[in-house]
């Protein structure tokens, strides 16, 4: 496989090299063939996410990957036109006054390798390959092992759309993966875990290729004293019970007033239980993705319980999880969580929500700022002062504000982490330049320019002048 990866990067720097400058409508023609494949295999898509999890909602998969991929891609081509143009940057005095210029253009860096995770894999594929086709290049996708239904059509689908030496796609496990982060691409995007992040980032260092991270981590949720408990519960169980949990942003753990946890807890269990009236049975609730994965997260309950939390199941039908056979999961709340317990130090992936409980507000920023910086941070309330305050005294990926995870889906808004959530970022504009090539480009006047400033040998009085203008206060 490590061969085949190879031969097919080696093809597609040639291809790429060959066909320089890559036009506005050749990067327009590739975007609309990731339309039109989306929109033929949309439904296909839908099935394949069902069947590698067990059970997906078919409504939330289109929504979730396939209709948010062909707004990436209308998003991209409405502006492509503006993000292409150079950008003209002024220059220090006098040059522009005689006749120099300065400009930036935005070239394509060659191949992007794009390494999808396993929770959204349609959406993670294809909405870095928009940008990095937008941005004129060619690309490779390494698909998740966890998801194969999804990966084979991935890979037909692709061949179908594009010649090789524009896409192609690759599948396999941990060593696949490891030799894909290992070659020497233009730039590497990965979406995963933090610990896996870590070994990508080493693998791709031999190379020095720059790297995306959209990795995790631990999400907080503070629910100010001013929050309208009853909406912000709802929207807190919306983002929570999608995909059950499983979201990198998800929200993982509740901040809340010490008077308001009772009114906080039973706000979720009327949400969900109008949500989701009944889950078993439910269309619209996924499954765990697997039974390792439903094994760990049992394993997190187990731990908290042990070291003394309350955990309170909201399980609307009284439906016996224990006598199936596949691995849906209820939610579960975590009541009194201390540090010492799995599911406080663990991004949590799954639906398990652990509230805990704050005085001042200042505690609940503390308690944030005691932690791995996260991929996003959620306030709910009407109090301004208080919200600049969570703001201005954090530091996270990305941040929604009365709702959950509503920042992702902005096109214009960069999307990325910071610190172990990840670093970079893309979507929109910010994908175009993650994988695009910022270059300075200067033309000097016909005067003799180094002569002027002093920086002509032999050194003189130009030169002698030139440092006391610039030495004065």
Known sequence: MAEAMEAALARQRAAFEADMPVSEAVRRERIDRVIALMRKHGEAFAAALSEDFGHRSRVQSLLTDIVATIRSAKHAKKHLSAWMKPEKRPLDFPLGLLGAKARVEFQPKGVIGIIAPWNFPVQLSFGPLIGALAAGN???????????????LTESSIAEFFAPDEVAVFSGGPDVGQAFAKLPFDHLIFTGATGIGKHILHAAADNLTPVTLELGGK???IIGRSADVKAATERVAIGKMMNAGQICLAPDYLLVPEEKESEVIDGLKSAVSLLYPKLLANDDYASVINARHRDRLKGYLDDAKAKGAELIEINPANEDFAATNG???PLTIIRNPTDDMTV????????????KTYGRTEEAVAYVNAHDRPLGLYYFGSDGGEERRVLDRTVSGGVTVNDVLFHVSMEDLPFGGVGPSGMGAYHGRDGFRTFSHARAIYRQP???????AGFKPPYGKAADKAIAREMKA
């Open 344 to 355: 406080m130090q663990e991004e949590i992936f799954g639906p398990i929500l652990p509230v």
């Open 327 to 329: 691995n849906k999961l």
């Open 446 to 452: 016909k005067i003799d320019v180094a002569k002027l």
């Open 138 to 152: 060619r690309a490779m996708i390494k698909t998740s092992e966890f998801t194969p239904a999804v990966a084979a």
């Open 219 to 221: 999400s907080p949720t």
